[in-house]
Structure formats: structure tokens, C-alpha cells
T-cell receptor
Framework: DTAVSQTPKYLVTQMGNDKSIKCEQN?????MYWYKQDSKKFLKIMFS???????INETVPNRFSPKSPDKAHLNLHINSLELGDSAVYFC??????????????FGPGTRLTVT | QKEVEQDPGPLSVPEGAIVSLNCTYS??????FMWYRQYSRKGPELLMY????GNKEDGRFTAQVDKSSKYISLFIRDSQPSDSATYLC????????FGSGTQLTVLP
């Protein structure tokens, strides 16, 4: 059973398009995250949701809009894609209870290429 | 200056060597320190974490934090080719800030 799953795994699209990435976790966690990993492997948090409520919203272009329909799902919609959006996007989850909060479990990633 | 700095390597060692991976951080408020391992084209997986200063051992892996010098270390004993991966340190309070990763290759 996959703990944190993401779809699609690969996404190749043209500039200006709108695309979505979906994430689901079956760990029973109440907190989910979106991270962006650039070509130099630098992993940077974008958003975090706790029980469907946005709790972390880093400086990210407003073309990126997360949506959490329930605590097991967190989707990322990107409007008007740009070349600089090319990266690997990781979904992660954790349980927001004491130190366990920091034990984040990552999905396999979605490799986005904008041409 | 990034809040968590990590030497990107690459680091190449022979099988059986002791590996030392290091990070420094600048935010003295950080309380939680994590090490993640990331295989090529996979998501990061949590190796171990420590709270505040001290050591933590798990099999061949030892994590060490020195808050006075803001230094985070991961030691791998008897390194194996299967340890070849990128190792990411992370630190935080409230949310995690990641280093840029050190690419390790263990040669058979």
C-alpha cells in the first residue's frame, strides 16, 4: 500500500497551460504539504494544510493554488505555467502532534516540465 | 544566506568507509533536526531525527546535533553501495527548512 501517492508522475506541458497535480495519503495524518525541488535538489516548502485549513503559505506566485477537499487529499493547481515552474513537486504528510509533526512522509514526486 | 547550509558534494567513498555528512544552520530557534535520504527519482524518506542537542543512533547511522555551534551531522558506519543517494538535512520549529542535499556514492 502506497502511503503518499501523487498523480501524475510526469507532466510535460507548454507555457501558458493550466495543470493540476493530485496527492492522497492513507496514513491517517492531519497535515499535508507541497514542496518544490529544483534542479539543484533544493527542497522548498510551498504550502501546508492542517485538517483542510491552510496553515503555511510561503511566497509563491498566486498562479499556484492548493486545495484540500479533505484531510487525506491535497491538490495543486497551477495556472499560466512558466518555464521556471519546471521542477519536481513533492507532496508530504505528517501528524500535527508534538514532535511527530516533523516526521514528514513524502510522495514519489511529480516531475513537471514546461516547454 | 540560506537558513540551512549543506555541502552538495558529490562525495565518493569505498564500501566499508565511515561517512560524515554535515550541515550548518543559522536560526537558533530550531529545535528539530532531521535527516532524509533520497534515491534518484524518488521522494525523500525520513532516516532519523533528533530533538535539540545530542546524539541518536540507529543501526549504522548516527545523527548528532551541536546547538552551540549550530552544526548537524550524520555518520554512516560500514557504508554500503545501497547507501548511495542524496542525503538532505532539515531543521525547524513550526516548519522544516531543508538543506540542498549531499550526493553520496559508495563504490563496491
Amino acid at each position: 500500500d502506497t502511503a503518499v501517492s501523487q498523480t501524475p508522475k510526469y507532466l510535460v506541458t507548454q507555457m501558458g497551460n493550466d495543470k493540476s497535480i493530485k496527492c492522497e495519503q492513507n496514513l491517517g495524518h492531519d497535515t499535508m504539504y507541497w514542496y518544490k525541488q529544483d534542479s539543484k535538489k533544493f527542497l522548498k516548502i510551498m504550502f501546508s494544510y492542517n485538517n483542510k485549513e491552510l496553515i503555511i503559505n510561503e511566497t509563491v506566485p498566486n498562479r499556484f493554488s492548493p486545495k484540500s477537499p479533505d484531510k487525506a487529499h491535497l491538490n495543486l493547481h497551477i495556472n499560466s505555467l512558466e518555464l521556471g515552474d519546471s521542477a519536481v513537486y513533492f507532496c508530504a504528510s505528517s501528524q500535527r502532534t508534538g514532535s511527530v509533526y516533523y516526521e514528514q512522509y513524502f510522495g514519489p514526486g511529480t516531475r513537471l516540465t514546461v516547454t | 544566506q540560506k537558513e540551512v547550509e549543506q555541502d552538495p558534494g558529490p562525495l565518493s567513498v569505498p564500501e566499508g568507509a565511515i561517512v560524515s555528512l554535515n550541515c550548518t544552520y543559522s536560526n537558533s530557534a530550531f529545535q528539530y533536526f532531521m535527516w532524509y535520504r533520497q534515491y534518484s527519482r524518488k521522494g525523500p524518506e525520513l532516516l532519523m531525527y533528533t530533538y535539540s542537542s545530542g546524539n541518536k543512533e540507529d543501526g549504522r547511522f548516527t545523527a548528532q546535533v551541536d546547538k552551540s555551534s549550530k552544526y548537524i551531522s550524520l555518520f554512516i558506519r560500514d557504508s554500503q553501495p545501497s547507501d548511495s543517494a542524496t542525503y538532505l538535512c532539515a531543521a525547524g520549529v513550526g516548519q522544516l527548512t531543508f538543506g540542498s542535499g549531499t550526493q553520496l556514492t559508495v563504490l563496491p
